[in-house]
């Protein structure tokens, strides 16, 4: 058994969860730079990194910068049932529940449905889960949705472009006639032409835990996430999506109207955005 404390003495004390090895270390072979798999997500949530992923997204920072972004798309266009197809940790199905939506919570890994469930109890809900793959969800979800939320960043653990265009189709095939899907993604066009020195490191939750780009080319971003209570550091590989490509891909499989948001922002305040949103329409 290894604990936090045993892989950093320094820094861990206090932390007395017990890991196995598998629990924190992920497995990314000997060259890490070839893994371009869209089911590697699996092994990269480990719990050593579910345990932790609070800590990244910090709900309260979130919450200070999502403000009620989503919930306002979604009251706008009378929304009533969402589905919460990447869950996590919970963070988006939580506040859909507090805001009074009937919530879905789905997610192709079920480390971090555990972690949802118990998330949502801690704020008083009882998560209602379902582990899918986003490539086969008509077959692991069923009912019709007013909404379908992909948010945090996950399209991008989609590799190939047939499982995009796979996803945005069971996505599309889920909501109503008049239905939303509501997806975000990192601004990568910056990463991507902005050459090596201009990828700044992306603080969250204060100095506690820094994300940062250690390799990138179009095929591949790869981050490391290094937290620093404890000194454990995961990674994730990801593929590096184009605004406008992602846009297209929307409209190629059905979405009317598109609508992309820099940073949560109605009108892009001048600031190159961290995040895109895109809010897309099926009439
Ligand atoms: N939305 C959460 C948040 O903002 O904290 C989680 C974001 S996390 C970056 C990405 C999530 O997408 C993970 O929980 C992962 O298991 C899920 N995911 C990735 N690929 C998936 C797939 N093909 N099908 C279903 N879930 C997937």
């Given at each position: ?5 045993d ?97 879905v ?77 509501i ?38 971003a ?31 499989v059905g ?29």
């Open positions: 058994m290894t604990t936090a404390a892989r950093s003495p320094d820094t861990a004390a206090g932390l007395d969860t017990e890991y196995s090895e598998a629990d924190v270390h992920q497995e990314f072979g000997e060259n890490p730079n070839e893994v371009r798999d869209t089911d590697h997500y699996q092994d990269e949530y480990i719990k050593g990194f579910v345990d932790k992923w609070d800590d990244y997204i910090g709900w309260e920072g979130r919450a200070a910068s999502e403000g009620s972004f989503f919930i306002d798309q979604l009251r706008s266009r009378g929304v009533e049932k969402v589905l919460d197809v990447a869950t996590g940790t919970g963070y988006n199905s939580v506040q859909l529940l507090k805001a009074g939506f009937e919530t919570s789905a997610d192709g890994s079920a480390e971090m449905l555990a972690r949802a469930f118990s998330n949502g109890r801690e704020h008083g809900h009882v998560l209602r889960v379902v582990q899918a793959d986003w490539r086969w969800l008509n077959r692991d979800v069923h009912g019709e949705y007013d909404a379908i939320i992909c948010l945090g960043n996950s399209f991008t653990h989609l590799f190939a472009e047939r499982d995009r265009r796979k996803a945005l189709a069971e996505f599309y095939a889920m909501l109503s006639h008049d239905g939303v899907l997806l975000d993604q990192r601004n990568y066009d910056q990463i991507l032409d902005g050459g090596f020195q201009s990828k700044h490191k992306y603080n969250y939750a204060g100095d506690t835990v820094t994300a940062e780009p250690e390799y990138v080319d179009d095929g591949l790869r981050f490391r996430y290094t937290f620093h209570d404890d000194g454990s550091v995961y990674h994730l590989n990801m593929f590096p999506l184009r605004k406008d490509y992602v846009r297209r891909l929307m409209r190629e979405f009317q109207k598109i609508d992309t948001y820099g940073d949560f922002q109605e009108t892009n305040a001048g600031d190159v955005p961290d995040y895109w949103t895109h809010v897309a329409e099926k009439t």
